[in-house]
């Protein structure tokens, strides 16, 4: 309606004219501060995203529901940015028995513990994981090839658990 605040994504543009038949508006509450609207919009769904393919891991094209494939199950989110951060989130909300997030930055892991997950380095957390474990790559460095996503490659291939990249090209 005339007037609401709404939040949408249209790539990398300086403007953009709205037109509801062919754009998707999601009207947000008008308490919320509207540039929050970046979360609803564009981080929040490529964190959906890579929940999404740990469900599809599971379930194949019958996912019942997001989170499905992470529900009773611990997971690893590789990466404690914004992406990362809203991937714990979210497995957090799809019933995860635990959520571990790994960043090498210690500001990182304090902000992930304050959220109430587990945090760590990378080092800890190869030794930590095990093959029931899912690895959600939750970092946006992770298309430059960090020593984490060649490990995880490896760990793969040997079927000793699964990976997505999250907010990383593939």
Not at 37 to 47: D, K, N, T
Not at 61 to 72: H, I, Q, R, S, T
Not at 129 to 150: H, K, L
Not at 157 to 162: A, F, I, S, T, V
Request: net charge negative.
């Amino acid at each position: 309606a005339r007037g609401d605040v709404v939040a949408a994504s249209w790539g990398h543009k300086t403007g953009h004219t709205a037109h509801t038949a062919h754009d998707l508006l999601l009207k947000l509450p008008r308490a919320m501060d509207p540039i929050l609207g970046i979360f609803v919009a564009q981080m929040g769904p490529i964190a959906a995203n890579g929940i999404l393919h740990a469900d599809a891991e599971q379930f194949g094209a019958n996912v019942p529901f997001l989170g499905a494939g992470v529900e009773g199950r611990p997971v690893l989110v590789w990466g404690g940015g914004t992406v990362g951060l809203f991937c714990a989130l979210f497995a957090r909300q799809g019933g995860a028995s635990e959520v571990v997030v790994v960043d090498p930055s210690p500001w990182r892991q304090d902000l992930a513990r304050r959220m109430g997950f587990d945090a760590m380095g990378e080092d800890e957390a190869w030794r930590r994981s095990d093959a029931e474990m899912m690895a959600v790559m939750g970092s946006e460095d992770a298309a430059e090839g960090p020593r984490e996503v060649a490990h995880g490659e490896d760990r793969e291939r040997e079927g000793e658990g699964g990976h997505v990249r999250v907010g990383a090209q593939s």
